[in-house]
């Protein structure tokens, strides 16, 4: 089973920039996890500080009990080994060859035979539609390609913990479709934990089992997708259907009079403040869509049925369309048990994080502020 990550209070900063404060979120073993955020807020920042290369100056990591935030080099090596990383920008080395590429960690992690690694660097390959391209240097080859060797990189030592910056960027629209179906299937059949920094609002809709959104330099929500995809609050409203009206603007963020605004002009136009559809066609709108199964024939994801579990704790703590998305995803036995108040309240593990106003939540189970969007 994958590990858990949690993240407690973690602040960070470049010298006097401070990029995000007091971030807490746990992710659940074997769980999928998107997170959004507007360009520059600091998505990749808290990737590589997942994995121990940028030091977060407050807060703990701990992963399998190790707070890698404060442990030693020589146990962060360790550590580093249950991940599997694609970086944003693939970081490919350059002089070699897309086999020598993928191949690496696998020679510089482990002592298997050249015979078995090629084994496992052509399934790799294959798995990423990159068949036949071994030979080519990361130089002759379309972006996209480049980001599909860096998925079958990240992939090479059967990780538990998988962190993807941006898998979809660079990739045309279908192949994003089969690398959605392609996140879902892994889960299935390796039943890592999975963190995925998306900006494809599709992906964002249909993949993850939790939806968390960077905004104003804190973790504004983290929790079940159902929270996010029901929300009404307007950044996460604008961030999931793509607009340009809302608290988020091209290079900083707006003021509120410009926001009511912009909001009253749209809806002027016939527009609805709350509805709009994204730019990604498929996207918009205020419905949960279905979350995306494994192919036929790969076995149920595990993670299905502990997170039905832990939702179904959580439930109490929802209400309205939340409380309703959260209920269509549960089979009858958990819904009757939670019905008849069989589960005691869990305080953290995975649970909710609310954070809109820039105010710590403090703990994960803090309590949703009554909608300040429509009715
Ligand atoms: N090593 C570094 N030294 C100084 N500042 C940095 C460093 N890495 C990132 N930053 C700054 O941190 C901020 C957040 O950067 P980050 O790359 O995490 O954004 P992001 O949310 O991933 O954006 P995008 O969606 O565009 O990828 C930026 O202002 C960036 O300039
Ligand atoms: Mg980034």
Known sequence: MGVEVRVEGLTKSFGSQNIW???TLTL?????SVLLGPSGTGKSVFLKSLVGLLKPERGSIVISDTDIV??????????????GV???DGALFGSMNLFDNIAFPLREHTKKSESEI???VLEKMDMVGLQGAEGKLPGEISGGMR????LARALVLDPEIILFDEPDSGLDPVRVAYLN????DLNAQIDATFLIVTHDIGTARTVPDNLGLLFRRHLAMFGPREQLLTSQEPVVRQFLNGRREGPIGMSEEKDVAQVEAEMAALEARGGDAHNGIGPKGASGGDAVPPQLEPSPGLPERKAQRRRQERVARMLHEFDGDTAEAIRASLPPDLLAQADAGVFQPTAGAGGRHWDADGVPAGSATAVLPASRGRS
Request: without cysteine; hydrophobic residues 35%.
């Open 21 to 23: 404060s007091d971030v």
């Open 28 to 32: 659940p073993p074997g769980e999928i």
């Open 70 to 83: 404060r442990t030693s080099e020589h146990r962060l090596y360790e550590v580093r080994k249950l991940f």
């Open 86 to 88: 694609l970086f944003q």
């Open 118 to 120: 090629r084994r496992i």
């Open 147 to 150: 980001k599909r060797a860096g």
């Open 181 to 184: 179906q392609l996140i879902v």
